[in-house]
């Protein structure tokens, strides 16, 4: 499948700062981290600090996959409702997830306070409206489960709403807090620099073709017929993990981006919150660093791998329609910003599960072998759900938590 197409924001603002070499003989360590994006950097940064010899391997260039066409928004929120996720697998449990993920946002920003880079990080308030009268009873249950827990919301009704925004909306909640904004790539590359001066061993375009679990360690193999002996492997290589699990796990659907150049003034969009609408697909805005807009959505179900919308270019009418679509859609919800001119046009694959959740842990077919997929919306939260529970699962240390994640849940 063609993971992204199209022109990307952040490989295009950020030169590649550094280059690793390819395997070229074979090693043994304890940890071994399939696939170089955002998540893959992150079980690196957890493991590493706590002294273990970790060695991370990407087939592509670090950072260059996935990772390089996510838009990047932290949140709290997971892909399903707290009140929808309450009646999939209870209350306490769903207040859990969002508790997790809140925690995750803050726990990404202290790590990176100890990072070169501040990695264009931002804490920010959120803004899931609807746009239908007739969703707003089930907002108002939204709302109260999420005030219920704890979390830091406001109830925004029409009236309060035409002082905020220049776009029709009908109810919604304003989280003041659990929300940020980062910039992906530099993130992914700041992790990495900062776990080899914790003994992190990286070696990109390096492809991992076998894989055997034995009984006390893992032995893969390169094309090349290099190998590698690992205590311990972490499958962080996003949706071609997805193929050592013999379980439909999640639907695969390609959802579109559009970034303008910097914009001068941000009418009608309070605060520049991060914003969502309740349909389905979903619509979403967010900002940068440097005060360009970043709008997505239009998701399409992509089908089989070798399918049309699996492999589409950024060239076809498909593509070419999503995109005029987003940026009327844009000009639409915010009339009053003038300056609005797209630079950058990209899509990308995004999972998700039934449940909304990501998959954590062990699998019961690969001994000795560790999955982080962290699919969803909120990809990056989850991924430092990953590596914190990883982290531990690797030290003897099973957190209760896992049972949210398994793969049998």
Same mark, same amino acid.
Request: proline letters at 3%.
């Given at each position: 499948?063609?993971?992204?197409?199209?022109?990307?924001?952040?490989?295009?603002?950020n030169k590649?700062?550094?280059?690793y070499?390819?395997?070229?003989?074979?090693?043994?360590?304890d +940890?071994?981290?399939?696939?170089g994006?955002?998540?893959?950097?992150?079980?690196?940064?957890?493991?590493?600090?706590?002294?273990?010899d970790?060695?991370?391997v990407?087939?592509?260039?670090?950072g $260059?996959?996935?990772t @390089?066409?996510?838009?990047?928004i932290?949140q709290?929120?997971?892909d #399903?409702?707290?009140y929808?996720?309450?009646?999939m697998?209870?209350e306490?449990?769903?207040a859990?997830?969002?508790?997790?993920?809140?925690? +995750?946002?803050?726990?990404?920003r202290?790590?990176?306070?100890?990072?070169?880079?501040?990695?264009?990080?931002?804490?920010?308030?959120?803004?899931?409206?609807?746009?239908n009268?007739?969703?707003i009873s089930l907002?108002?249950?939204?709302?109260?489960?999420?005030?219920?827990?704890?979390?830091n919301?406001?109830?925004?009704?029409?009236n309060n709403?035409?002082?905020?925004f220049?776009?029709?909306?009908? +109810?919604?909640?304003?989280?003041?807090?659990?929300? +940020?904004?980062?910039?992906?790539?530099?993130?992914? @590359?700041a992790?990495i620099k900062?776990?080899i001066k914790n003994g992190?061993k990286?070696?990109e375009? #390096?492809?991992?073709?076998i894989?055997q679990?034995e009984?006390?360690?893992?032995?893969?193999?390169?094309?090349?017929?290099?190998?590698?002996?690992?205590?311990?492997?972490?499958?962080?290589a996003g949706?071609?993990s997805k193929?050592?699990?013999?379980?439909?796990?999640?639907n695969?659907?390609r959802?579109?981006?559009?970034?303008?150049?910097?914009?001068k003034e941000?009418?009608?969009?309070?605060?520049?919150c991060?914003?969502?609408?309740?349909?389905?697909?979903y619509?979403?805005?967010?900002t940068?660093?440097d005060?360009?807009?970043?709008?997505?959505?239009e998701?399409?179900?992509?089908?089989?791998?070798?399918?049309?919308?699996?492999?589409?270019t950024?060239?076809?009418l498909?593509?070419?329609?999503k995109y005029?679509?987003l940026?009327?859609?844009?000009?639409?919800f915010f009339?009053d910003?003038?300056?609005?001119?797209?630079? $950058?046009?990209f899509?990308?694959?995004?999972?998700?599960?039934?449940?909304?959740l990501?998959?954590?842990?062990?699998?019961?077919k690969?001994?000795?072998? $560790?999955?982080?997929?962290?699919?969803?919306?909120?990809?990056?939260?989850?991924?430092?759900l990953?590596?914190?529970?990883?982290?531990?699962? $690797?030290?003897?240390?099973?957190?209760?938590?896992?049972?949210?994640f398994?793969?049998?849940?």
């Open positions: 499948m063609k993971l992204v197409a199209g022109d990307m924001l952040w490989t295009n603002i590649i700062p550094d280059k070499t390819y395997l070229s003989n074979d090693i043994e360590c +940890a071994l981290i399939i696939g994006g955002v998540t893959g950097a992150i079980i690196a940064y957890y493991l590493t600090k706590e002294g273990i970790t060695v991370l990407d087939k592509n260039i670090i $260059y996959g996935s @390089r066409a996510s838009t990047a932290l709290y929120e997971v #399903t409702d707290l929808g996720l309450s009646h697998i209870g306490e449990k769903a859990k997830c969002f508790e997790l993920s809140e925690k +995750a946002v803050f726990d990404i202290d790590i990176v306070n100890e990072l070169d880079d501040d990695c264009d990080f931002m804490l920010k308030e959120c803004f899931y409206y609807t746009s009268s007739s969703h907002l108002k249950k939204e709302f109260d489960l999420r005030k219920k827990h704890g979390f919301v406001e109830f925004i009704d029409k709403a035409k002082d905020k220049s776009f029709p909306i009908e +109810a919604g909640i304003y989280s003041k807090s659990g929300g +940020a904004l980062i910039d992906p790539y530099k993130f992914t @590359r992790l900062k776990s992190l990286v070696y375009n #390096t492809e991992i073709n894989i679990s009984s006390n360690h893992v032995y893969l193999k390169t094309p090349n017929d290099f190998s590698i002996k690992a205590k311990k492997v972490i499958m962080a949706y071609e193929k050592y699990i013999d379980r439909g796990i999640l695969i659907t959802t579109f981006n559009l970034v303008t150049k910097p914009i941000f009418n009608g969009w309070h605060n520049k991060i914003i969502r609408d309740d349909n389905d697909p619509i979403y805005f967010r940068t660093a005060n360009r807009i970043i709008v997505g959505g998701d399409e179900k992509v089908g089989k791998e070798t399918s049309k919308m699996s492999n589409l950024n060239e076809d498909v593509s070419i329609k005029d679509i940026l009327k859609k844009l000009k639409d009339p910003i003038k300056d609005i001119e797209v630079e $950058y046009k899509s990308g694959l995004f999972g998700v599960t039934k449940d909304g990501p998959y954590i842990g062990e699998y019961s690969m001994p000795n072998c $560790y999955f982080a997929l962290a699919y969803g919306s909120n990809g990056i939260v989850n991924g430092i990953c590596g914190q529970l990883i982290k531990d699962l $690797y030290l003897n240390n099973k957190r209760d938590e896992l049972d949210l398994k793969f049998d849940r």
